[in-house]
Nanobody
């Protein structure tokens, strides 16, 4: 079972950037996909993008061109680079692991096995 810890959230003005990190521990293999999700107040949690264990990304249309996912298997860390942030990006951001995501990943919530505790991102002027 993986332990996932998100970091890098904070307060940013519209148009700004943030880079979130998802550090994984407790697993001897890197054969898992990592997905990034967010949940805004009063809304359901939504999947944004993911990256397979082999480094293949999959983006929801809503974040293409603004968000980028990458992974450093040597550091057991996955990054979410967020640019051109908007107030509607305000949410708690979560990462999660899918042990079936070797060559391909998906952003459906129900396929993910372990979740981090989340990090708050607030975009406001």
């Amino acid at each position: 079972q993986l332990q996932l810890v998100e970091s890098g959230g904070g307060f940013v003005q519209p148009g700004g950037s943030l880079r979130l990190s998802c550090a994984a521990s407790g697993f001897t293999s890197d054969s898992y996909a990592i997905g990034w999700f967010r949940q805004a107040p009063g809304k359901e949690r939504e999947g944004l993008l993911c990256i397979s264990s082999t480094g293949s990304p999959n983006y929801k249309d809503s974040v293409k061109g603004r968000f980028t996912i990458s992974r450093d298997n040597a550091k057991n860390t996955v990054y979410l680079q967020m640019n051109s942030l908007k107030p509607e990006d305000t949410a708690v951001y979560y990462c999660a692991a899918d042990y079936g995501g070797t060559y391909y990943c998906a952003t459906a919530l129900d396929i993910y096995d372990d979740w981090g505790q989340g990090t708050q991102v607030t975009v406001s002027s």
